[in-house]
């Protein structure tokens, strides 16, 4: 057959196919598909998903009437020795310490760790125990190279490296005319502002769940801490950590708190997801709340939602990164159990909460969380977290985690960092 007579029966015969697939018996169009648009005002009419009674049970604020769009990303994910809920940071010459903590069983006192990275990331070396009592309460390299890292015994300081520390020790009377215990939470950790003058999260105990905030600072790269300032976060806040937005000049806090702050303002329960089953006095009603600061921490803005859910506030870390968005890392105390962080582009006034990025999943239980996070010197983002790990030898259970007993941290529980790189053009804009 010529070629030409070919060309034309198989293109008739690809047009009558064409055709019948796009009409109906009688020659009408067929109808559209199902938009986006109108598959929301179904889920918006649909019946209520019967969640499982009480609280912590995975399901508490996760909207079951959603499915997620899945795409893997490459990372690179270390599990850590005798590091709980680690941090990192990068020195000037590329070196990255991590800081976390070990405790009983592992260790007969809790104490600070500290181990490092020439190879950005992806091996450690073995654990050092530093002198410093209790968990991690926030770590950073300031712009001139010391290291602070909190701690329950204070703010320590270190110009080696972290081969020496030296301490100012918290005392009671650095909030005057108060009582209780002071702690830093486990924070971020302090924040370098313009005129270099740092800035980290303390709070004091005022009663059962519940905290009052304040700011203290430093002037002289650590050495010595004061100047507190109240931060009107309304009601409990045992962890705020905070971020500074250097094109503005602004200090941005992500504050957790319990449901005392969604019940404080009408309209608060639904903007928070979960919000009006939440439980007072108990980290079950957990949730984060934002505000900032224009005068360097002396007023501040009244906290209001950020829009994640009761128990996705475990803890809830703001990033500024250098190409001017804006991260928000937390802990996901549900389903999936595990760390997730969501964008802005407007430095947190509004965040794109439908485009979270998952970076861990694997936790078996709500033992997990606290995604403390610094963007390295190649751009990519060093996040470190927990999360609970069981060994299950051999053919165990299905379900080795059913009835298991709190874990410790450096046994069950694990500290991990992952390196991640925040992808172009994310989170896409309406």
Same mark, same amino acid.
Not at 152 to 169: C, K, L, N, V
Not at 184 to 192: A, N, T, V
Not at 204 to 225: K, M
Not at 267 to 280: E, K, M, S, T
């Given at each position: ?152 015994g204070g703010i320590s300081r270190s110009t080696d490296q972290g081969q020496t520390w030296q301490t100012f020790r918290l005392a009671p009377e650095v909030i005057p005319g108060k009582t209780g215990a002071l702690t830093m ?26 905290? /009052? !905030?304040?700011?203290?600072? @430093?002037? $002289?790269? =650590? #050495? *010595? %801490?004061? +100047? ?58 957990? /949730? !984060?709340?934002?505000?900032? @600061?224009? $005068?360097? =921490? #002396? *007023? %501040?803005? +009244? ?128």
């Amino acid at each position: 057959m010529h070629r030409r007579h070919f060309h034309r029966r198989l293109t008739a015969t690809a047009g009558a196919l064409t055709a019948l697939a796009l009409t109906r018996r009688g020659g009408a169009a067929a109808p559209p598909g199902l938009t986006a648009a109108q598959l929301l005002r179904d889920k918006q009419q649909a019946v209520p998903y019967p969640k499982p009674t009480g609280q912590r049970n995975g399901f508490d604020s996760v909207d079951m009437h959603e499915v997620w769009r899945v795409q893997q990303l490459p990372a690179v994910r270390v599990k850590l020795e005798d590091a709980g809920k680690p941090q990192a940071a990068q020195l000037a010459d590329g070196t990255i310490l991590a800081a976390g903590f070990i405790e009983p069983p592992v260790h007969k006192e809790s104490r600070c760790t500290l181990q490092v990275s020439k190879d950005n990331g992806r091996t450690f070396s073995k654990p050092q125990v530093l002198p410093m009592p209790g968990r991690t309460n926030g770590f950073r390299a300031l712009r001139s190279g010391t290291l602070i890292l909190g701690h329950t015994g204070g703010i320590s300081r270190s110009t080696d490296q972290g081969q020496t520390w030296q301490t100012f020790r918290l005392a009671p009377e650095v909030i005057p005319g108060k009582t209780g215990a002071l702690t830093m939470g486990e924070c971020h950790g302090p924040i370098e502002l313009g005129d270099g003058t740092l800035m980290m999260h303390i709070c004091r105990v005022v009663g059962g769940y519940q905290w /009052a !905030a304040y700011v203290i600072r @430093s002037t $002289d790269d =650590g #050495r *010595t %801490w004061g +100047d507190v300032t109240r931060v009107p976060t309304q009601t409990d806040s045992d962890e705020v950590s905070y971020e500074y937005i250097m094109p503005l000049n602004r200090i941005y806090g992500v504050t957790r708190s319990s449901a005392a702050q969604i019940r404080r303002v009408k309209g608060f329960a639904d903007r928070v997801p979960g919000g009006r089953n939440a439980p007072l006095g108990s980290e079950a009603g957990d /949730a !984060a709340f934002q505000f900032y @600061s224009d $005068d360097g =921490g #002396r *007023t %501040w803005t +009244d906290p209001v939602p950020t829009g994640l859910g009761v128990l996705q506030a475990a803890g809830a870390y703001p990033l500024w990164l250098r190409d001017g968005r804006m991260l928000l890392l937390y802990g996901n105390r549900q389903f999936p159990y595990g760390t997730q962080v969501v964008g802005s582009h407007d430095q947190g006034q509004t965040w794109a909460l439908d485009q979270p990025i998952i970076l861990s999943w694997h936790s078996w239980s709500g033992y997990c969380g606290h995604p403390r996070s610094v963007q390295l010197q190649d751009g990519s983002i060093l996040t470190g977290y927990y999360t609970h790990r069981i060994d299950n030898p051999g053919d165990g259970p299905v379900d080795p985690g059913r009835n298991a007993p709190p874990p410790h941290h450096n046994q069950a529980d694990t500290g991990e960092l992952v390196r991640w790189r925040v992808p172009d053009n994310w989170p896409s804009k309406a």
